[in-house]
């Protein structure tokens, strides 16, 4: 299995589309084999499913998420585990465990309110947040 993370200094980025590294974990037998930091090189949104699959990856893990880069993740058959937050390697090592706390709903639409915002914990549509067309940024 080889695992992707959106990273930026140790953390999950939160915005797939913006990210400038991933971290890619080798793993086998429930343990991490091998694992390395890869600049994407300016690609962005639909482009980075391309990416990832170049180097092999059947999972990513990461904060938010549009649905254009969703349907172009499922296409490159790249499982998502979206609206994580916090170290990138402790995610990696909870996902291993089957203790990985993720949204399997998360959706992030910055064109639709503007700001900078956190849409790792929470879908930026859900009024429980008070985020949709909230344009002065979107923080669970």
Same mark, same amino acid.
Do not use: W
């Given at each position: 299995?080889?695992?992707?993370?959106?990273?930026?200094?140790?953390?999950?980025?939160?915005?797939f589309?913006?990210?400038?590294?991933?971290?890619?974990?080798?793993?086998?037998?429930?343990?991490?084999?091998?694992?390395?930091?890869?600049?994407?090189?300016g690609s962005g949104?639909g482009a980075?499913?391309g990416?990832?699959?170049?180097? &092999?990856?059947?999972?990513?893990? #990461?904060? /938010?998420i *549009?649905? !254009?880069?969703?349907?172009?993740?499922a296409?490159?058959?790249?499982?998502l585990?979206?609206?994580?937050?916090?170290?990138?390697d402790?995610a990696?090592?909870?996902?291993?465990?089957?203790?990985l706390?993720?949204n399997?709903?998360?959706?992030?639409?910055?064109?639709?309110?503007?700001?900078?915002?956190?849409?790792?914990?929470?879908?930026? &549509?859900?009024?429980a947040?008070? #985020?949709? /067309?909230? *344009?002065? !940024?979107?923080?669970?």
């Amino acid at each position: 299995m080889k695992i992707a993370v959106t990273y930026e200094d140790g953390m999950v980025f939160q915005h797939f589309g913006h990210t400038q590294q991933f971290k890619l974990y080798e793993v086998e037998n429930g343990a991490v084999q091998n694992e390395q930091v890869v600049d994407t090189q300016g690609s962005g949104h639909g482009a980075l499913a391309g990416f990832l699959a170049q180097y &092999g990856v059947d999972t990513l893990l #990461c904060g /938010g998420i *549009g649905a !254009g880069a969703q349907n172009a993740l499922a296409a490159a058959d790249i499982q998502l585990y979206g609206g994580i937050s916090g170290n990138a390697d402790e995610a990696v090592s909870a996902f291993i465990a089957g203790t990985l706390d993720y949204n399997p709903d998360v959706h992030c639409d910055h064109h639709d309110h503007g700001g900078a915002h956190d849409c790792g914990a929470h879908s930026c &549509g859900d009024k429980a947040h008070d #985020c949709a /067309g909230h *344009g002065d !940024g979107c923080r669970s």
